[in-house]
């Protein structure tokens, strides 16, 4: 069986068996996570795979770099889930491990008031498109909420989709959050739960925990579309001389002294305050003047090159960062000298640096452990878990119902 290895301590959830039936990011990310954390995740898919398996990007030979990114440290089963004798396999597996994790909703077979039944203490949990029962997936989603409507630049009229899945990775956290406080309900009283979470209540509690939803319910003003500013604080896109582009950001009043002492416009800025009757020392004031302000600083960046302007900063306590691409950001320090990050050699992919879970358990991180071929584990699952023979898995092979 895979196990991420390590000392205990930095495997709280060693001992927890876990069934996954996924397809695309939230319920994958949160399998991966639990794995990372210790816990046996075992996916079940389709025979041939789910809808993700080979999703891009892909190798030449065609092989899912995606599917190998979020499982990481499963065990995989194939299983004709149409069958009833798939089904009844998945129940049993289900059984035996007392979690399942799902975003594969509407089956019957696998739904909690069925499974309640042979695993009392079942803690089952399902993520939804919509809050009323609908279907959605991110893009879907967040085009509904109304953040393609404030991201982009000043002035654009056509929504703008944001790259990231936010909301598939919020509720993928959130799984694995539930699952984790489940757990220690089940260990405390010996009841299971019945856990739903739809990917549509996850970006509305998100949009109205960051405000979003609430300012326009007090105050009745929508946000507007203000490009690569920061709401409500100092925070600009600059670009240097030889046209490297630099975020900076002063969120407070040691940031904005910094900012307009190395960019030596201290007497302007004060003088631009007395002018406007603004405050400078106030962050709102700060963002209501932005344009102006950045009309001082710019000529500061353009008069210099990419690598002076990172000397300079660096010796600041601006908030700031370059603009990097993909590209750059694997050869840099934080990915090449980083513990997050350990050598995986994975099967059909290739060797790469890969990371494990974010964050360090007394000061370890758990490193990434490869991600298996569908199907790998399906034999040994079966045996281990539900004691088939050979000869009955054998006869299972044979007749479709797994491979």
Avoid at 76 to 89: E, I, N, T, W
């Amino acid at each position: 069986m895979t196990e991420t290895p390590g000392p205990d301590g930095a495997r709280p959830l060693a001992g927890v068996r876990i069934l996954e039936i996924s397809s695309f990011v939230a319920v994958p990310l949160a399998g991966m996570t639990l794995a990372q954390l210790g816990a046996e995740v075992i996916r079940v898919d389709p025979v041939g795979g789910a809808a993700d398996y080979h999703r891009w990007p892909v190798t030449r030979d065609g092989d899912s770099i995606y599917w190998a990114g979020l499982n990481k440290g499963k065990q995989s089963v194939a299983v004709d889930v149409r069958s009833s004798d798939g089904q009844d396999l998945i129940q049993r597996l289900i059984a035996d491990s007392g979690v399942l994790i799902t975003n594969v909703a509407g089956r019957q077979w696998h739904s909690y008031d069925t499974l309640v039944r042979v695993r009392p203490d079942l803690i089952h949990v399902e993520v939804s498109g919509r809050a009323d029962g609908g279907t959605g997936v991110d893009y879907t989603v967040n085009a509904g909420i109304g953040f393609p409507l404030v991201t982009g630049p000043v002035g654009l009229a056509s929504p703008v989709n944001h790259v990231l899945p936010a909301w598939d990775v919020a509720c993928g956290l959130y799984v694995a959050l539930a699952v984790t406080a489940a757990l220690r309900h089940r260990d405390a009283t010996g009841e299971g739960e019945r856990i739903g979470i739809p990917l549509e209540n996850v970006a509305l509690a998100t949009a109205g925990n960051l405000s979003f939803l609430t300012e326009v319910m007090i105050n009745g003003t929508p946000r507007e579309r203000i490009g690569n500013s920061i709401f409500g604080q100092y925070g600009q896109q600059f670009a240097s001389g030889d046209g490297a582009s630099f975020m900076i950001v002063a969120l407070t009043g040691r940031h904005f002294r910094d900012l307009t002492e190395i960019t030596g416009t201290a007497k302007a800025v004060a003088a631009l305050g007395e002018a406007l009757g603004a405050d400078f020392t106030d962050e709102g004031d700060r963002y209501r003047h932005r344009d102006a302000l950045t009309g001082l600083f710019t000529v500061w960046f353009t008069d210099r090159t990419a690598d002076e302007v990172a000397a300079a900063l660096s010796a600041t306590s601006i908030l700031w960062e370059r603009y990097r691409t993909f590209a750059d950001v694997v050869t840099d320090d934080k990915v090449t000298s980083n513990p997050l990050f350990t050598e995986l050699d994975q099967p059909r992919i290739g060797r790469y640096l890969a990371p494990g879970l974010p964050l360090s358990i007394g000061g370890i991180y758990p490193p990434a452990v490869a991600a298996p071929a569908l199907g790998d584990h399906t034999a040994a699952v079966l045996r281990d878990r539900l004691g088939l023979t050979a000869d009955e898995i054998d006869r299972l092979v044979a007749a479709g119902t797994v491979a």
